[in-house]
Antibody
Framework: QVQLVQSEAVVKKPGASVKVSCKASGYTFTSYYMHWVRQAPGQGLEWMGIINPSGGSTNYAQKFQGRVTMTRDTSTSTVYMELSSLRSEDTAVYFC?????????????WGQGTLVTVSS | DIQMTQSPSTLSASVGDRVTITCRASQSISIYLAWYQQKPGKAPKLLIYKASSLESGVPSRFSGSGSGTEFTLTISSLQPDDFATYYCQQYNSYCTFGQGTKLEIK
């Protein structure tokens, strides 16, 4: 069965960077694009960007361009999302989510979420 | 960017009720709309895609309709497990979510 397992919760100071991982299993890793979506406490869902695990190409939401980097490791079927220059407003649960089809922007499987807390 | 607006923000209903949630897009998105259900502390769950296609394993009491800029999610007879927050999402141009509709027990 398809599973997306994310890294554990983390606390970071303002100005630092965070790197969240998402390990995929139960399907061919390189056949489905992966997205990152975040949710601030008590708020809605916000799309951050997409990575093609096959070639590594990415496309980021304009809001995060310059601060986010998405990468992948095909040997371990893992995608990563790194967010830099953290501020308190980046406190949120970060989800990886599998695109339903190639370059599709809706999602059939989600990770369990990783809480990133930005606090001094 | 395409903006998505859901109404109502909160909906109080009882088990067995028929409920409808509306989602409006700031410009036409054809039928490229999905609906998700989210429970506290959990990831969203895909219910509907392409405006009206039911995801595998989702109960048939859930249905979606619409095209262009106006869409609805209907639950025909509310069950206790349905009390949750619902989000619409457009994927005609990248991805944008609505702000959510919290479905509460009356």
């Amino acid at each position: 069965q398809v599973q997306l397992v994310q890294s554990e919760a983390v606390v970071k100071k303002p100005g630092a960077s965070v790197k969240v991982s998402c390990k995929a299993s139960g399907y061919t890793f390189t056949s489905y694009y992966m997205h990152w979506v975040r949710q601030a406490p008590g708020q809605g869902l916000e799309w951050m960007g997409i990575i093609n695990p096959s070639g590594g190409s990415t496309n980021y939401a304009q809001k995060f361009q310059g601060r986010v980097t998405m990468t992948r490791d095909t040997s371990t079927s893992t995608v990563y999302m790194e967010l830099s220059s953290l501020r308190s407003e980046d406190t949120a649960v970060y989800f990886c989510a599998r695109g339903v089809a190639t370059n599709s922007y809706y999602f059939d499987y989600w990770g369990q979420g990783t809480l990133v807390t930005v606090s001094s | 960017d395409i903006q998505m607006t859901q109404s109502p923000s909160t909906l109080s209903a009882s088990v067995g009720d028929r409920v409808t949630i509306t989602c409006r897009a700031s410009q036409s998105i054809s039928i490229y709309l999905a609906w998700y259900q989210q429970k506290p502390g959990k990831a969203p769950k895909l219910l509907i895609y392409k405006a009206s296609s039911l995801e595998s394993g989702v109960p048939s009491r859930f249905s979606g309709s619409g095209s262009g800029t106006e869409f609805t999610l209907t639950i025909s007879s509310l069950q206790p497990d349905d009390f949750a927050t619902y989000y619409c999402q457009q994927y005609n141009s990248y991805c944008t979510f609505g702000q959510g509709t919290k479905l509460e027990i009356k």
